[in-house]
């Protein structure tokens, strides 16, 4: 942990790998503050993460510590995303996991966006 009780961000992780280039994806959007992709095992029709680029373990990371350009950014890209792939009419969800309670598996902060079908319940029962 560090001094902000967050862990240190891991420049292993597949989303880093992505940015970098060492993995593909399969883009919907980038500019400089936002990566959007599809999801590799999607839950829905339309299942598409959006990552910052900068380097952010979650939310609680990206919200105290994101410039106000970056922020604002990313958030700007979310609702462009769900909006350029046809969404905005029928609606969506927006999700973010955070930490080991949230389910967060890819430690670099990222939102799922949910699509094309009604999502059903907010939250599921726990495993
Ligand atoms: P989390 O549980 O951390 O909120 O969600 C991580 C998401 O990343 C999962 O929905 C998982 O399917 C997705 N994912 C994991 N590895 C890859 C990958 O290599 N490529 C893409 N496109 N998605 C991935």
Same mark, same amino acid.
């Given at each position: 942990m560090s001094v902000t009780g967050l862990p240190p961000y891991d420049d292993a992780n597949v989303f880093a790998r992505i940015l970098r280039g060492e993995i593909p994806? +399969? =883009?919907v $959007?980038?500019?400089a503050h936002a990566l959007a992709f $599809? %999801?590799?095992n999607p839950q829905a029709p339309v299942h598409v993460l959006v990552i910052p680029k900068g380097r952010y373990v979650s939310v609680a990371d990206f919200s105290a510590h994101a410039s106000e350009a970056e922020v604002a950014g990313f958030w700007r890209v979310v609702? +462009?995303?769900a909006k350029d792939l046809g969404l905005e009419a029928g609606g969506? =969800?927006?999700l973010t996991?955070? @930490?080991a %309670?949230? @389910?967060q598996e890819v430690p670099h902060f990222h939102v799922h966006i949910f699509g094309g079908r009604r999502? @059903? =319940?907010m939250v599921p029962k726990a495993d």
């Amino acid at each position: 942990m560090s001094v902000t009780g967050l862990p240190p961000y891991d420049d292993a992780n597949v989303f880093a790998r992505i940015l970098r280039g060492e993995i593909p994806c +399969k =883009r919907v $959007h980038e500019d400089a503050h936002a990566l959007a992709f $599809h %999801d590799i095992n999607p839950q829905a029709p339309v299942h598409v993460l959006v990552i910052p680029k900068g380097r952010y373990v979650s939310v609680a990371d990206f919200s105290a510590h994101a410039s106000e350009a970056e922020v604002a950014g990313f958030w700007r890209v979310v609702a +462009k995303v769900a909006k350029d792939l046809g969404l905005e009419a029928g609606g969506y =969800r927006v999700l973010t996991n955070m @930490g080991a %309670d949230g @389910g967060q598996e890819v430690p670099h902060f990222h939102v799922h966006i949910f699509g094309g079908r009604r999502i @059903g =319940r907010m939250v599921p029962k726990a495993d």
